[in-house]
């Protein structure tokens, strides 16, 4: 009874773990959808065309599989040159090249410019993925 219990338990894990999770949808301010970026990090526009990726070591990649940036494990977004672009903090803020804050990327997904004006959502994305693709035009 203890190795069939082992064989269910397996079995049950290895469903759990390659459940392919759905794509975290993109939102401009009047909540239409903008795109989409999947759990593997590919990047969707409205059309569903694929436009790039984030890869799990942070490389940004166009549609040609081109580097053309990289999101750094503090934060720190680097365009295809490696210069700094900005940063996200901890807290979700977004700040540019010269440390000004440009938005910020809240807990819930919301993202908001500068000003503090709701310019999209971006609910369950990773909020440097999300500053990528909202503040950093790399797409």
Same mark, same amino acid.
């Given at each position: 009874?203890?190795?069939?219990? !082992?064989?269910?338990? &397996?079995?049950?894990?290895? =469903?759990?773990?390659?459940? +392919?999770?759905?794509?975290?949808?993109?939102?401009?301010?009047? +909540?239409?959808?903008? $795109?989409? !970026?999947?759990?593997? $990090?590919? =990047?969707?526009? &409205?059309? +569903?065309?694929? =436009?790039?990726?984030?890869?799990?070591?942070?490389?940004?990649?166009?549609?040609?599989?081109?580097?053309?940036?990289? =999101?750094?494990? %503090?934060?720190?977004?680097? +365009?295809?040159?490696?210069?700094?672009? /900005? @940063?996200?903090?901890?807290?979700?803020?977004? @700040?540019?090249?010269?440390?000004?804050?440009? /938005?910020?990327?809240?807990?819930?997904?919301?993202?908001? %410019?500068?000003?503090?004006?709701?310019?999209?959502?971006? @609910?369950?994305? @990773?909020?440097?993925?999300? &500053?990528?693709?909202?503040?950093? %035009?790399?797409?």
């Amino acid at each position: 009874m203890r190795n069939t219990t !082992i064989i269910i338990l &397996a079995f049950l894990a290895s =469903i759990i773990f390659t459940i +392919n999770l759905p794509a975290q949808t993109l939102r401009n301010a009047s +909540n239409c959808s903008i $795109g989409n !970026i999947g759990t593997d $990090g590919t =990047i969707r526009n &409205a059309s +569903n065309a694929s =436009i790039g990726k984030v890869e799990s070591d942070g490389t940004i990649r166009n549609a040609s599989n081109a580097s053309i940036g990289k =999101i750094e494990s %503090d934060g720190t977004i680097r +365009n295809a040159s490696n210069a700094s672009v /900005g @940063k996200v903090e901890s807290d979700g803020t977004v @700040k540019d090249d010269s440390n000004r804050t440009i /938005g910020k990327i809240t807990s819930d997904g919301t993202v908001r %410019d500068a000003s503090n004006r709701t310019i999209g959502s971006a @609910k369950g994305v @990773k909020p440097t993925w999300a &500053a990528v693709f909202f503040f950093f %035009d790399f797409f």
